[in-house]
Structures are given as structure tokens and as C-alpha cells.
């Protein structure tokens, strides 16, 4: 089914339930988008152009031409939905869809290329990550990695999956046995709270890693691979899929200092179990 298309019942409940329930069609053209947005950067991958946003904040042709095809599958299927994506200058959601307004239309959060760092010096560990937001919370993921051909997905309570093999964290309340990761923000400097955070749990835990992906970092989690992350220089697009693909598979999932998360500001900590989320969230707030 599709979304209703914003009636005013009078049972609010009932027309709630209505609007956020997913679909195997909303799955199926979100995970044909990400392999579609896939085909584009893996063709360019050894031939692309590169040039700077911002201070070490890079962009090449290739997200411009997965974020295209990845825009014309999504709403050439649901062409009433919204659109949020990185480039091209739709960085913004329409201020209903942020209220989580029930006559908002749902609205699709695309990171055409998500860990353009690694794509460029051509490194593993990038993904294209699709989310959809709808009445107020995000209710589907999808992030592919087309160099280990892994696609990752979730539906709002059905679930997450990793090539149809359902996912689950790993369940570790020890910071001391943990492998985790980060991400800094472009142009991170000495001072910067984001490098106290990193050492402060680095001398607590087994491990900790920058990947260069906020995306395939929150798979990590819902699969076990990594017990917990945390980011507070990503954007909506960077971690909309990953939020419901990580709470689906049992994450624990807050703002950094323990707060709600806010999807749209997604200053986040996600952990393997509520012990180590308590944990971080001490070490990080």
C-alpha cells in the first residue's frame, strides 16, 4: 500500500496507523534506487571528478549522479512524497514534514554516497543510504555497500536485515570488551571536544575505530560487528536509514548526552545494549 494521502478523520488513531504503515513496495523501490545510486559510483570509481564543498569536505560527479537516479526511482514511484538529499541544494525538509505534521507527505532522506573520503582515495566502507520519514519518526532503511555487496534494510517493527539474513546486536554491556567507532567532522582541530570524547572512551574500551562511513557504522552495530558508535558532526541524510536499521535489530539509540534523538539533528550515540549506551552517553556527555 501507499500512504494515505492526508485525510482529516476524525478517529486521529486510526488515521495515524494508516499513514505509517510500510509496505514490501516502499522496501522494493528504495533497495532498487540504492543499487541504481551504486551503479553510478561504482562506474566512476576509478575515473571521477573531485573537488571541495568545504575545508576537507569533498564532493565528486559521482554523488551528483547517484543522488539523479536514485531521485527519479523514489519519486517516480511516490511522486507526492518530499525529498531530502545532500546535494544539489535539497538539504532541507518542508517545515510540516519536520513537525511531523500528519497531513506532511512522507519524505525520503537520501545520502547518494556516503563515506566519500574512503570513494575517493578508493577505500571500502562506503554505502548509498536511503531512509523514509513519516509522521514524525523515520520507518525505513536501506544502505547498500556495492564493494562487499551487502544490502542492509529495515521496515518500522519488522526487523532488520543484511542480504535477508535477520540482524541482531551483539548484546556487550562491557565498555572494556567493546570495539566501537566515531566519526570527527571535517577539519577536526587539537582542541576540539569531539577528540576528548575519542580519547576518553578510547582508554576505556577494547577498541575504537573511524571507518569513514556514519552509515555502514550503524549496520555494524545492528549486526554485531561493532558494539557501539557515535557521531555528532553527521547530518539527517547521513544516519536517516541507519537509525531505523540500528533500532530494529534491538540497539540502544539516544542523542549523545542521553536526550531523545532528533532525526533531523542527529547528534547521536548507538550501542549494543542499554548498559553500554548508559556508558557511553557518560563518557560523551
Known amino acids: 500500500m501507499t500512504f494515505a494521502s ?44 573531485v573537488r571541495e564543498k568545504a575545508p576537507k569536505d569533498l564532493v565528486t560527479d559521482a554523488d551528483l549522479a547517484s543522488q539523479k537516479a536514485v531521485r527519479e526511482i523514489l519519486l517516480s514511484h511516490f511522486a507526492d512524497y518530499a525529498f531530502v538529499g545532500e546535494e544539489e541544494g535539497e538539504n532541507e525538509p518542508p517545515e510540516a514534514v519536520r513537525r511531523g505534521a500528519l497531513d506532511a507527505p512522507p519524505c525520503w532522506v537520501v545520502d547518494p554516497l556516503d563515506g566519500t573520503v574512503n570513494y575517493v582515495h578508493r577505500l571500502q566502507s562506503f554505502a548509498v543510504s536511503i531512509g523514509l520519514y513519516a509522521a514524525g519518526k523515520m520507518r525505513l532503511g536501506v544502505i547498500y555497500d556495492p564493494v562487499c555487496d551487502e544490502i542492509f534494510t529495515a521496515i518500522d517493527g519488522g526487523g532488520a536485515y543484511v542480504n535477508g539474513r535477520k540482524m541482531k546486536v551483539s548484546g556487550q554491556h562491557d565498555l572494556n570488551d567493546s570495539l566501537l567507532a566515531c566519526s570527527f567532522p571535517a577539519g577536526v582541530t587539537a582542541d576540539s571536544p569531539d577528540v576528548a570524547r575519542f580519547v576518553r572512551v578510547l582508554e576505556r574500551s577494547r577498541a575504537l575505530r573511524r571507518l569513514g562511513s556514519c552509515a555502514l557504522n550503524m549496520c555494524y552495530v545492528a549486526d554485531g560487528r561493532l558494539d557501539g558508535y557515535w557521531a555528532t558532526c553527521v547530518h539527517s541524510w547521513d544516519a ?30 548507538v550501542s549494543g545494549s542499554s548498559e553500554l549506551q548508559r556508558t557511553l552517553v557518560g563518557l560523551l556527555a
Request: aromatic share 4%; net charge positive; proline share 1%.
Open 240 to 269: 536517516a536509514a541507519g537509525i531505523v536499521i540500528a533500532r530494529e535489530a534491538g540497539a540502544s539509540i539516544s542523542a549523545y548526552d542521553g536526550s531523545s534523538l532528533d532525526d533531523w539533528k542527529p547528534r547521536f550515540c
Open 6 to 49: 492526508g485525510s482529516k478523520s476524525s478517529d486521529n488513531s486510526k488515521n495515524l496507523s494508516n499513514r505509517i504503515r510500510m509496505d514490501q513496495q516502499h522496501l522494493d523501490v528504495a533497495v532498487a534506487a540504492a543499487k541504481a545510486g551504486a551503479v553510478e559510483l561504482m562506474a566512476r570509481r576509478d575515473d571521477r571528478v
